[in-house]
């Protein structure tokens, strides 16, 4: 099994949920977290003082997949969150020793 | 003029025709005004309105404008010093200020509020009764020192706190109050403060400075994002400040009557300008009109039209306005930068900076027709010298004073939280609380 | 004496002046006061006060209270029971409270407000237009049953919450407020209650521990984290329900004269020494002043001299205020976790421990010379006894009639949530929302 | 009967027995009414209390009511609205509305409020002095534009907001307000607006709608969750607009007397009997009761009574506060869906439909006791005519001149932010802040 | 070693902090997520208009234990967080290649 | 590559930044999580009611890295989060299997 984490613009969510269900994914994580990268930060102002927020909005999905699915997942979170501009964000892939469904007991792929 | 005939004449108005009515009552005798429904229920009101300026007004003006893990605490200073300043006025407070005395204090004939009955009348505001005078008065000294804490924010200990304002507001604020309206030397060398530009602002601006100074500056500052938590607060706390200040200037009248209705209309009018003023000055500057900037403006200009109101018109409004808006922006961006104190949120930037400009612009543009006095434009150029006189004199005596209480503290139970206390916040480190 | 003369006798002082005026007037009749302008501004003015208290000031007060997934189905108690309230006092409730009936209950006269005109008035406000007179008395019923919600907080189902509304208010507040001020028993016998101390806050606070033990214990009480979500919130509803009350205490002189003022100082002074009382007892006890400890203390304060305002001066104030503080610190932290009740937001600990302590010290501090009636302190003991006697048969009658409305409401509709619902929290589980 | 004699009425209940007093007094001229302290007492309190509509009233309904990221610009609008209108009223506003002029718009004789002195009055309200008048009529100047936002929340340019709120102000605010009160013919014509229901808040709500269909849908509508970030801040806002109505409504009598008193009744009444309709409907229809639905209904049924007060009894309160909770719910709910546009937070379907059933209705239920101009009702048929003739007029040209306005500065300035903008949200590109 | 995280119903959260220090782990990591799987979410009603929420918020715990102690972990965790209702979360397992104490530099299972 | 995530305190998060920024990292990605371990929590006060907060407020920080940068960026990051004290947190290391630039398509390293 796999686990793919993406860390996506926060107005694509939708759009990456709809691809990820469209290719058959059974479930997802998201959280939101803040990204620091290529795209610059804006800077705020606070009494006259200028000061730069470096970190954006991110948000980061994460989904459990079966080997043989992970490289659709890849694909369709990719072009889901693409807008082809800087910091779109990334995706990263692992290996993921087991999987538990809590509520059964299920081990496996038949978990996620 | 001394500062009770000064005061007095506001309430002239009313008794014009009130007196008028009176005469027609033979039962009263003539030289002694009686209660007025109208004025009671209008002072009334004003208390409830300038106490809500503290809680939650200026509560939550600067509770939005702390970190986080600070905003507990924050709130939690207004609303302390509103009790204990209450516990302050009614035992020995408002005898110092407000009770036959010398020139530089009143006496202690109203201690424990001693005297006070049903029908009784202070001779400021005598168409109410004086039990409402000195709640009306207690909102003020109350606030004061509520003032003053935008300067220690994030970094105060609370123990401290306390100490400072019990003190503060027996040494510096009776005293100051005493001098421009309780019948001191201020009021009496023809200083005009309709509402307290001297008194309440400038007295609490530069005692936030002095307690900046005194207190060094948050760790991070400079480096870390020290920026309002949530500017949302900050924006209801002007809004309630500005609503609250219609109590505080139109109160200042005494009564209900055209003058308090001019007081609120001129308050009004700089309120807007000034906002207006920060906006423009920072939008141009900073390339954004922020937010807190417009709620700053705003209260810049209530600080500036306060010592004014009451004497200027609409006109004279309009200018001191935009005067205290880009003045105080200036002041809180540019000055505190290139002179290098944490002035936390403005306090002095604000308050005492805002003050000054009122009470000089005061002199300049008094309508004699309005308060009874002319300023430098009706001619009466020696007014501007005589704000002068009353702003140098309150800047002074609180620097000094201030100094003084918080080396005392300093030196036996200390003023700032530990380190890690700060890192933490002081919600947690000091109340044992954090908001989720 | 009875309660209408009680009250009556509130607005004397107005009438002592005023009348003067009038008997210059001789195309009124003596013995008929007419509508003042001055004391209908106060009471326009404290019915917007009073009810500020409620929305956004309870809701606000309670909502910061409970966890984040319970603030919005909190905060719609408040704002639903105004409503609901507001209904059911313009059809039988004011009539039933206020009308020419027995000693037990009003009379149907005033059904649907009929017979009300610009220009009527009511016996115990007589210089008010009856319109203004009901309008604020309406927001004491509204402000009482809102008050319960604190014991029934986060588990409370939200039809049943409004049947019970309905039903209590109609069953328990209509009868009490005339028992003590519509010319009923309680107020012939002589208990004092200037503003509502035994009417709202022993009421609503004896009907809040019955409501918290047949609903039972929150899940997790005890042994999760219950703790408030946002006490800035809190704070801000304190300061709110503070500004308020001034309506509430001072307005409830019916007039714009020299007991409203009176009544204003010593709630002003009462509640900040409350305030004080709390927050060190608690200092000491847990080695930090809570920011909740010091809100709670100072809406204590408030609670107990509720009765009493009117009747005392500041040196009992002071005494009532710092015994509030200390008893009602002890009712919400000792006493409840000793009891094992989950009285949710303590509306038992705060309201009706404080509703009784004041209740019982006005007896012991009532000054003749303010609200014409002594009490133990100037000889008059068997004040203290009266004032008893109306605690327990408040604390009766409400205990025992609430407990049968919710008797009646648990077996059929039901009165609590399902566990998943409650788990899920009441914002989104009750009315399909939630904050981000 | 005109304009002016018909708001002249509202003070003459006061002027009843105010003129006995005066009678007594013989040094004033009879036919002069003079200043009335309770009635200046009350009108300052007005004042401040509908100020505190706007902010924070409405800037936290609006604020709580977008998502997150916008919070900050939208408590910002009703801010910058505040100071803009404050000047604007000052300068020409005032003197185009309320003083000598034509039947379509009044002269420039007040300009820059010239001739305002102390002793001045307005003929509307001669019983206060003429600032409280203009101050009173400057907050209900304020609110209108401020109303308007509802529908451009979340994607309005700012610099864009300001001009439209400036020329909207002077072009449509002014004249309409001159028409009904102002001695215009509208007013002439015999329509009944009390309070503003025609002025303000259909005027308000048909702009919104024009600007709501010229600004397009917002990013993501109908497909990305656009709902509330935090419905505590709208029932805090709904609330603080609810006590602040009072002294819309009661204010609006000009004067402390029983059609005040009358006035805050049936508003009370009417918006208890709104937030119920619409929570019943709700709950019928989508099986949950939302907490935005009880504050939005009570909003509905504060818009519907703002016409009728002063001239319905409380029958006909309950009656028009039904019919707008459950109309204005189907507005906000189906009709938008249906209609397809996007007025971000019910400008429209709040506002201009709540007013349009409360202005109908208060020619059906008007009470010649009260108003002095009976309804349907009281068999006077054709109220209801010249209140649709009113409805009308002001629909046309409030959208019209809208309309022509927003597409001027959408050809020259532009009035949508960028989509990056939209998307990264306004607080931060437009005014460079969020909130943690 | 290995890193197990949990994605678990919110209000088990203390329940499985104490088992997972009954079995000796040393620390843990928690955090707030959003959930999408075979539970539904529920519906948010604005203005007349329903709105699908499709996440459900979960809490995310990660525990870093010795490989000796994952099997363990993992029934600990199952155990403490099953309600036996749909919605009840997963457990997912992963290799950890290394793990540093900051305070004091210690690596491997010493640091944990 | 290596997926080098840390849980540090929260004060530290512009000092770990910079020092990654200095070995050259190209990204990272932060969240707020709540920490139990060897650092006590504190006491939190209700009305009279002491209840322990066991979990404290910290920082993650997450970088995915080349290989050859791995040592540096944990040594960076070590050394930048220590103050010595107990609560200083936790450096954890994975194996990365692939990482892809959403904007791009680039993967490995490049997609950095
Ligand atoms: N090396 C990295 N490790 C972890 N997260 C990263 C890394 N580089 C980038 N990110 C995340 O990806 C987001 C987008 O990266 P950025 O460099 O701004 O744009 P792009 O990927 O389009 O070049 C960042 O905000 C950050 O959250
Ligand atoms: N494939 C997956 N990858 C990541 N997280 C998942 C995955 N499937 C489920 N989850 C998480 O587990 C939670 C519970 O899953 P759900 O399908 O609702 O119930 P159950 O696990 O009992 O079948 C989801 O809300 C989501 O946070
Ligand atoms: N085994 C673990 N798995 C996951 N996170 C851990 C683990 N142990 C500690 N942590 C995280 O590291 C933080 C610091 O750990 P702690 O034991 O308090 O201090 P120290 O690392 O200095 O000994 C904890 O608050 C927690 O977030």
């Given at each position: 099994m796999k686990y793919v984490m993406a860390v996506i613009k926060p107005f694509k969510l939708d759009e990456v949920r709809e691809a990820l269900i469209a290719i058959?994914?059974?479930?997802?994580?998201?959280?939101?977290?803040?990204?620091?990268?290529?795209?610059?930060?804006?800077?705020?102002?606070?009494?006259?003082?200028?000061?730069?927020?470096?970190?954006?909005?991110?948000?980061?999905?994460?989904?459990?997949?079966?080997?043989?699915?992970?490289?659709?997942?890849?694909?369709?979170?990719?072009?889901?969150?693409?807008?082809?501009?800087?910091g779109d964000g990334k995706i990263f892939v692992y290996e993921l020793s087991e999987a538990i469904r809590i509520r059964t007991g299920e081990t496996g792929s038949e978990a996620l | 003029m001394n500062g009770i005939t000064n005061r007095m004449s506001r309430v002239l108005p009313a008794l014009g025709w009130a007196g008028v009515l009176l005469a027609a009552a033979p039962a009263f005798a003539a030289d002694e005004p009686k209660l007025d429904s109208g004025d009671t229920a209008w002072m009334l009101t004003s208390t409830a309105l300038v106490l809500m300026m503290t809680i939650p007004g200026l509560?939550?003006?600067?509770?939005?404008?702390?970190?986080?893990?600070?905003?507990?605490?924050?709130?939690?200073?207004?609303?302390a010093i509103t009790a204990l300043v209450t516990l302050i006025w009614t035992v020995v407070g408002y005898s110092l200020a407000f009770t036959e005395g010398g020139s530089l204090l009143g006496g202690m004939g109203g201690f424990m509020l001693a005297g006070m009955t049903l029908s009784t009348t202070h001779s400021l505001a005598p168409t109410i009764p004086e039990s409402v005078f000195v709640c009306f008065q207690m909102t003020f000294a109350i606030i004061t020192?509520?003032?003053?804490?935008?300067?220690?924010?994030?970094?105060?200990?609370?123990?401290?706190?306390l100490w400072f304002t019990g003190l503060w507001s027996i040494l510096v604020y009776s005293p100051v109050a005493h001098w421009v309206?309780?019948?001191?030397?201020?009021?009496?060398?023809?200083?005009?403060?309709?509402?307290?530009?001297?008194?309440?602002?400038?007295?609490?601006?530069?005692?936030?400075?002095?307690?900046?100074?005194?207190?060094g500056k948050r760790i991070g500052y400079r480096k870390e994002n020290l920026s309002p938590h949530n500017v949302t607060y900050t924006v209801v706390g002007a809004a309630l400040l500005w609503v609250g200040w219609f109590g505080f200037n139109a109160g200042s009248a005494g009564?209900?009557?055209?003058?308090?209705?001019m007081?609120?209309?001129?308050?009004?009018?700089?309120?807007?300008?000034?906002?207006?003023?920060?906006?423009?000055?920072?939008?141009?500057?900073?390339?954004?009109?922020?937010?807190?900037?417009?709620?700053?403006?705003?209260?810049?200009?209530?600080?500036?039209?306060?010592?004014?109101?009451?004497?200027?018109?609409?006109?004279?409004?309009?200018?001191?306005?935009?005067?205290?808006?880009?003045v105080c922006f200036w002041a809180a961006s540019w000055l505190k930068r290139a002179a290098g104190y944490d002035?936390?949120?403005?306090?002095?930037?604000?308050?005492?900076?805002?003050?000054?400009?009122?009470?000089?612009?005061?002199?300049?543009?008094?309508?004699?027709?309005?308060?009874?006095?002319?300023?430098?434009?009706?001619?009466?150029?020696?007014?501007?010298?005589?704000?002068?006189?009353?702003?140098?004199?309150?800047?002074l005596y609180s620097g000094v004073a201030s100094w003084i209480i918080l080396f005392v503290l300093k030196a036996t139970i200390g003023i700032r939280v530990e380190e890690t206390q700060e890192r933490e916040g002081l919600d947690i480190s000091l109340h044992g609380e954090s908001v989720v």
């Open positions: 058959g994914a059974s479930g997802l994580t998201v959280s939101e977290v803040r990204g620091f990268g290529r795209q610059k930060g804006h800077t705020e102002i606070y009494r006259g003082a200028e000061y730069e927020v470096s970190f954006l909005p991110k948000i980061k999905v994460e989904v459990a997949v079966p080997d043989e699915l992970a490289e659709r997942t890849v694909e369709a979170i990719q072009k889901a969150a693409a807008t082809g501009q800087i | 509560a939550l003006f600067y509770g939005g404008m702390v970190r986080k893990k600070n905003v507990l605490a924050t709130v939690m200073q207004s609303l020192p509520a003032l003053i804490v935008g300067s220690m924010a994030e970094r105060m200990k609370f123990s401290a706190l309206w309780g019948g001191g030397f201020l009021g009496s060398a023809g200083v005009l403060d309709f509402a307290g530009g001297t008194v309440v602002h400038i007295n609490a601006g530069i005692a936030g400075l002095v307690a900046a100074l005194m207190l009564a209900a009557n055209g003058r308090a209705g007081a609120m209309a001129v308050t009004q009018i700089a309120t807007a300008a000034a906002l207006m003023g920060w906006m423009f000055a920072e939008w141009l500057v900073n390339k954004k009109p922020s937010v807190l900037g417009a709620a700053s403006g705003a209260v810049a200009g209530l600080v500036a039209i306060t010592p004014a109101s009451g004497y200027v018109g609409p006109g004279g409004a309009i200018i001191i306005g935009i005067a205290a808006g880009v002035d936390s949120l403005d306090a002095f930037g604000v308050h005492a900076v805002g003050g000054i400009v009122g009470a000089l612009l005061t002199g300049v543009f008094a309508v004699e027709a309005i308060g009874g006095t002319g300023g430098l434009l009706e001619g009466n150029a020696g007014q501007v010298m005589k704000q002068a006189y009353g702003v140098i004199v309150t800047l």
